[in-house]
């Protein structure tokens, strides 16, 4: 069903069509009969019948028909809206919602495009990152995998994919030989270790906060960054230590920090900042409970000498980081570690000629990410082109907290919103605001008897949190950065070839 101001375009189209027809054939009239001027509308009348057995004024009247209604199309088509409001005479102020046809022409440029929700992105956009929010089964899947396919489809671009895969969906559709698999449980896994990544004394403070992240909670806080200086110093003390590998360095790394007695720990730890929390034993207790929370995971792995920030720095392939649904229990901490590893490699000032597209689905399964905002708001030198997937942006205050979810959420320069869980009353209200509002003119008619029309201000919001929760699967209200009109987009579903298996048991 067509919406109010979309109907009143349709009718102004209709109109275009009338007025051109008739304007033709009154404009033909006189070039093919003659009109008395004493008895004109008789002989209008009398002429009007034999307009239809002339064959060239027939034809004539045809061509005006099929061009009118193609330019009453094109009218429609440029600015009918999905904005479900009342129909108004003009906008004021604000960005209304365009239709399709009318974004795509407005975002087409020459050269080649990636697509975020099936629209080409501006050039200038390319670069300042994409979010995208929707229940499970709402087409997110099938927007991220049209965007990843973008990225890699252009020849012309060296194009590389850090893709952070639940269940391992986009590696059975992207993944070529070269490419990294990272999953402990996965048979074509890299082995690795956090030493790896470890090149200067700085390093050590840098990894420390991706094995344990911060917390949102003051308190916890306080206890995450006691049990940062442990892991810390171990790993100097560890890293200090000549003539053994670097692999037997990353086993007693473990080791130590998860098997050890408090008494074998404190000793391997004196002289170091650590010594001093290691006096209390209920402190110990509880540091040495979140140390073992975030480093269990790293025992599912084996260890070897590959290294993320090396292979980003010099390798050619893409990088797969998966888990199936139900490893993510004890892979959770560990692909976090992963994901951060790859945020602050990406910080690292090295020569990059290749577009690196990191690709974050289901950003709500990770623990927090200490280097993520970082890497969004500074990636822009080494052509980071970064998308995240989100089931309700509740989950963001939940990891990030309240003020720095919100920080996070301004990282992403353009987004898209498909239905969500029918519970979720906050994501579409806040996704309310980001559309933001529109202020419009419209004809008011008093309800006094033979009152007349007058024009009136009126502001509302250009979409409104009943039109996100109930979009049909495949729906998109979409909005890019800048002055870019919101819109409202269906994408069609696309079968794609599986190169690989998603998953590999041991």
């Avoid at 304007?23 to 209008?44: D, H, M």
């Avoid at 994919?161 to 990294?180: E, H, M, Q, R």
């Avoid at 980003?312 to 490893?327: A, M, P, S």
């Avoid at 979009?471 to 696309?494: A, D, E, I």
Wanted: with cysteine; glycine share 4%; hydrophobic share 40%.
């Amino acid at each position: 069903m067509m919406n109010d101001q979309s109907q009143k375009i349709f009718n102004q189209s209709i109109l275009i069509v009338i007025f051109s027809v008739i304007t033709a054939w009154v404009v033909l009239l006189p070039k093919f009969f003659i009109i008395p001027q004493e008895q004109k509308v008789k002989a209008i009348l009398y002429a009007l019948p034999l307009t239809f057995k002339t064959p060239l004024y027939v034809l004539i009247l045809l061509v005006v028909l099929v061009i009118s209604w193609v330019i009453a199309w094109f009218y429609f088509q440029n600015n009918k809206t999905p904005f479900a409001g009342e129909r108004y005479v003009k906008v004021l102020r604000g960005l209304q919602l365009v239709s399709p046809y009318k974004f795509k022409k407005l975002t087409t440029e020459k050269g080649y495009q990636i697509r975020f929700c099936g629209m080409p992105v501006p050039k200038d956009l390319k670069y300042k990152h994409f979010l995208l929010t929707g229940g499970t089964g709402q087409g997110k899947s099938v927007s991220i995998s049209d965007f990843l396919d973008s990225c890699v489809s252009d020849a012309r671009s060296k194009t590389r994919l850090i893709v952070v895969d639940p269940n391992g969906s986009y590696t059975s559709l992207f993944y070529k030989k070269g490419d990294v698999i990272f999953n402990p449980f996965d048979a074509r896994s890299v082995s690795w270790s956090i030493i790896n990544e470890v090149r200067n004394p700085y390093d050590i403070e840098t990894y420390s906060a991706t094995l344990i992240p911060k917390s949102s909670d003051a308190k916890h806080e306080n206890f995450n960054s006691m049990a940062r200086t442990i892991i810390k110093s171990a790993m100097s003390k560890v890293l200090e230590m000549p003539d053994i590998s670097k692999s037997a360095k990353a086993q007693l790394f473990l080791d130590t920090l998860l098997n050890s007695s408090d008494d074998q720990l404190r000793d391997f730890l004196m002289g170091t900042p650590a010594f001093s929390l290691l006096g209390n034993t209920e402190l110990v207790g509880t540091l040495r409970s979140i140390i073992t929370t975030y480093l269990t995971p790293h025992t599912h792995n084996s260890i070897g000498d590959f290294s993320f920030r090396d292979y980003l720095k010099n390798g050619e392939g893409n990088i797969f980081i998966t888990w199936r649904e139900d490893q993510l229990t004890a892979l959770q901490p560990l692909v976090s570690c992963i994901t951060d590893v790859v945020c602050s490699s990406l910080l690292s000032d090295f020569d990059n000629y290749s577009d690196f597209v990191f690709c974050l689905d289901e950003l709500g399964s990770l623990n927090r990410l200490s280097y993520l905002e970082a890497v969004l708001t500074k990636g822009r030198k080494h052509r980071l082109i970064a998308l995240a997937g989100i089931q309700s942006l509740a989950q963001l205050i939940t990891i990030y907290g309240d003020k720095f979810s919100i920080t996070l959420r301004g990282c992403f320069s353009s987004f898209g919103v498909c239905a969500v869980n029918a519970q979720d009353t906050y994501t579409p209200q806040e996704y309310e605001k980001s559309f933001g509002a529109i202020e419009v003119l419209r004809k008011m008619k008093s309800s006094h008897k033979d009152a007349k029309s007058e024009l009136v201000k009126e502001k509302e919001n250009v979409v409104k949190a009943e039109e996100i929760s109930s979009l049909q699967p495949l729906h998109f209200y979409l909005k890019f950065s800048g002055h870019y009109p919101p819109t409202l987009v269906k994408m069609k579903y696309r079968s794609y070839a599986k190169v690989a298996a998603s998953y590999q048991q041991n």
